[in-house]
């Protein structure tokens, strides 16, 4: 069986779709410690001078080392803002009308002192759905494993009876480092492969890396094809080490 293991993020890009697209099962780590004004809290929307960040503020004074699951909304009046500046952004867009309602619904029905996690669940699941992906969505504090890091990620995956991960090619840097962990619990790992992908995007030129609402209010139905079209083959930790290593190295 394959996995991924990936923090829940705020209208996430393509690739993360991409990734939950290639898997069995996806599991939100919302069992980490929360990092301040990351992929978790903010995203970026295309406007007419180029992305823009929508930030969902949090509770963070006084709660340093909180995880994930743990991090709350400090004021949900960012509802209305993210709502006007994607309403002026992409209300020229082919299928924002069609798109933008589900949106505007999820969002409105969050209250300050939510959790975020919860918000950004609802939303990738929401997103998904749109996009036909079907992988078993799982929360990992409902596994009850610790451990950190790369040993955290193998307990996740004896525990579900995963075979194959798939891991972000971002947490190459320390996962190649810890290879043996995951080998010792008979996990084949490999790396996620993936090349952002054109579109018809308003505003031009084409600016890559912002959420993935703005391929779906741009191209609708044509969006999971477009995000497939990125995917290059996975890599192996030895092709990944290969990449990344510095001439002496090779």
Known sequence: MRIAICQPTYLPWLGYFDLMDQVDAFVFLDTVQFEKQSWQQRNRIKTPTGLQWLTVPVVFRGRLGQKVQEVGIRDNSFRRKHLRAIELNYARAPFFEKYFPGLAEILERIDTGAHLAHLNRRLIEWIAGLLGIQPRLIL?????????????????????????YISPIGSAAYLLAEMDVLDAANVDTVFHNYDHPKYR??????????????????????????????????????????????????
């Not at 990992?140 to 525990?159: H, M, P, V, Y």
């Not at 703005?214 to 290969?242: K, Y």
């Open 201 to 250: 995007q308003l505003f031009p030129p084409f600016l890559p890396f912002a959420s993935v609402m703005d391929l779906i209010f741009n191209e609708g139905d044509r969006s999971m094809e477009i995000i497939r079209s990125g995917r290059g083959i996975v890599l192996t930790p030895g092709e990944v080490a290969a990449k990344t290593a510095t001439p002496k190295e090779v």
């Open 140 to 164: 990992a504090s409902d596994l009850g494993e610790g451990g950190k890091r790369t040993q955290l990620l193998a307990n996740i995956c004896r525990k579900v009876a995963a075979t194959q």
